[in-house]
C-alpha cells in the first residue's frame, strides 16, 4: 500500500522532544490515571513531559491517542511507556506520541531490537502507515523526514542484569537516553532505596552512559531530588505520578481539616 501527500495536509506530529532534551532538562511526571483531563491538566501545571505508563496501568492505544492530544493541546509532550519490546513499540508512536520509554533493558540485543521497532530505515525497520502521526497517510513524507531526529527512544536500566549490561547497552545507536528505574532496581537488588549499594549503581549507570554521550534520566520522589539529579546532568526529569499528587494533596487537606475538630 502506497500513501501520499496532501499540500494542504499538515501531520499531527508530536513536539520535538528529543532535540528539547539536548538542549536542556525537562520536567513531569508518570500518569496512571485513564482521562486525557488528567493529562491537560498535568500540562496545564507546568509538566513539560508526561509519561503514560501503559507498562502499569489500564491503558489501551485508544485512550493513549486521546492522552497526546490532550499534551499537544496544551504544549506538553506525551511519551508512551510500553510493556515491553514488541508490537507495542510501533503502534505507540502510531498515535503521534514523542518519544517511547522500554521498561527493565537487559542486553544490548535488547536495545538494538527496540531500534529496529522505532527508527525507520536505515537505521531500523520500522514500517509506516495511514495512523495518526501521519495525518492518517495524508503527510507521510513530513512525518518520515522527522521521525528519526525528532521522537525520543528511552532505554530504562532497572534490573541487576540491566546493571551488569549497561556498558554494553548504552554503546547501542538509536538509544537516545537511558532512564534509571530506582524502586526496581533496588528491588532487583535486594535493597533499599537509597542505600549504598543502590545508590553505587545509579551512579554507575548514570556515569555509563554520560561516557557514551547519552542522555539520562530517572524517577524521583520530589522536586528537592529532580534538581540533586538535574545538576549531575540528568535531563529527564520525572516526579512522582499523577495518583501521588492526588493522594499526597488529599490526604494533607483532609488530615488539616480533621485537626479542626
Known amino acids: ?114 531500534v529496529r521497532a522505532t527508527r525507520f530505515p536505515p537505521m531500523g525497520a520500522r514500517g509506516i502507515g495511514p495512523a495518526r502521526a501521519t495525518a492518517y497517510g495524508l503527510d507521510v513524507p513530513t512525518y518520515r523526514a522527522s521521525a528519526n531526529d525528532d521522537l525520543l527512544v528511552v532505554a530504562m536500566i532497572e534490573t541487576s542484569a540491566g546493571l551488569d549490561a549497561v556498558d554494553e547497552i548504552v554503546t547501542v545507536d538509536g538509544i537516545d537516553l537511558i532512564m534509571v528505574g530506582p524502586a526496581d532496581l533496588a528491588s532487583s ?30 524517577h524521583c520522589a520530589d522536586a528537592a531530588e529532580a534538581e540533586r539529579y538535574r545538576q549531575r546532568g540528568v535531563r529527564l526529569l520525572l516526579i512522582g505520578t499523577d495518583v501521588s499528587f492526588l493522594a499526597s494533596t488529599a490526604s494533607t487537606e483532609f488530615s488539616g481539616a480533621a485537626a479542626d475538630d
Do not use: K
Not at 52 to 69: S, Y
Not at 189 to 212: C, F, K, N, Q, W
Open 1 to 114: 500500500m502506497s500513501y501520499g501527500s496532501l499540500p494542504s495536509a499538515r501531520a499531527a506530529s508530536a513536539r520535538a522532544l528529543r532535540p528539547t532534551i539536548a538542549e536542556r532538562a525537562v520536567v513531569g511526571t508518570f500518569q496512571i490515571i485513564a482521562s486525557p483531563t488528567v493529562t491537560e491538566v498535568l500540562a496545564v501545571a507546568g509538566a513539560d513531559v508526561i509519561v503514560a505508563d501503559a507498562e502499569h496501568a489500564a491503558f489501551d492505544l485508544p485512550i493513549l491517542e486521546q492522552f497526546v492530544r490532550a499534551g499537544e493541546f496544551r504544549g506538553a509532550s506525551v511519551v508512551i511507556r510500553v510493556p515491553g519490546i514488541g508490537l507495542d513499540l510501533s503502534r505507540a508512536l502510531d498515535t503521534g506520541a514523542a518519544g517511547v520509554v522500554v521498561p527493565r533493558v537487559e542486553s544490548a540485543s535488547e536495545a538494538e531490537a527496540i
Open 189 to 218: 537488588l535486594g535493597t533499599t532505596v537509597g542505600s549504598p549499594e543502590h545508590a553505587d549503581a545509579v551512579t554507575r549507570i548514570l556515569e555509563a552512559a554520560h561516557a557514551a554521550g547519552r542522555q539520562t534520566g530517572i
